[in-house]
Structure formats: C-alpha cells, structure tokens
C-alpha cells in the first residue's frame, strides 16, 4: 500500500491554521450535523424542514447548522419568516465520501476476518465409527 505524503498545504499551515482545519473536522464530528448535511444534499431546506426530517426540534437543528455555517460549509438564505439553508462548500460530499469508503473497507474486512474465525471455530466432526 502506498502512503500518501502530507501535501504541501499541510506541511506549510501555521498553527492557527490547524486550529481552523481542526475545527472544521469539529463540525463534522456529530452525527446529527451529518445527518443534516445528507438531507441538504438533495437541496436547500429550511430549518422546520430539517427538524421533521430530522426528529429533532427546530431549536438543536439551528444550533448545529450555526456550527456548519460557522465552518463555512453551510449559508443561509432568509426568506420571510423562514431560513433556508444549502450547502455552501460542496468539497464536503469528496471528504465524506473518503471517510465513508475507508470505514466501509474496514467494517467488511471486520465481517470477513469474523466469518474465518467462526469457520476455523467449527468444531471437527467426530468419526462415526464405520469402516
């Protein structure tokens, strides 16, 4: 397998850079952040939208799209009485994407490496005594 080096935009960032790229995988640390990130793929949504879809109150999903929209990764759009918001850095989708293909590969190599550990496992059939 090959490693990938560290690009130079990683190895030149000064140290309030890293806090700023740190933050941003912050926002993305929680599950209802990316849920709500999954519903906007489809298209904008307002916040009475994304707590319905959600099951969560329109008060937590405001505070965690203000986390997203904080990050940059999501705007919002006032219309009336009613805040919509959409995806605004569409690079999120390649980063989940990654995560998501990395976990993937190792959860079905957990499952494989389980299915030849219950295999080895079995117990030896007993000789049945006929010669």
């Known amino acids: 397998?090959?490693?990938?080096?560290?690009?130079p935009e990683l190895k030149n960032l000064p140290p309030e850079a890293m806090t700023q790229v740190a933050?941003?995988?912050q926002a993305l640390s929680e599950p209802t952040r990316l849920k709500i990130l999954n519903l906007l793929?489809?298209?904008e949504r307002n916040v009475g939208e994304?707590?319905?879809?959600?099951g969560f109150t329109a008060a937590n999903v405001s505070r965690h799209l203000a986390v997203l929209?904080?990050?940059g990764v999501v705007e919002r759009e006032s219309r009336g009485t009613a805040v919509y918001y959409r995806i605004a850095d569409e690079s999120v989708f390649a980063l989940c994407d990654l995560v998501c293909g990395n976990i993937a590969r190792k959860l079905e190599s957990a499952v494989d490496g389980?299915?030849?550990?219950?295999?080895?496992?079995r117990p030896v059939p007993k000789p049945s005594g006929r010669k």
């Not at 397998?1 to 690009?7: C, E, K, Y």
Request: glycine content about 6%; proline content about 3%; aromatic content about 10%.
């Open 1 to 7: 397998m090959v490693r990938p080096t560290n690009g």
């Open 23 to 25: 933050a941003y995988f």
């Open 41 to 43: 793929c489809a298209g």
């Open 50 to 54: 994304l707590a319905q879809l959600c």
């Open 69 to 71: 929209a904080r990050q």
């Open 114 to 121: 389980q299915k030849l550990f219950r295999r080895a496992a």
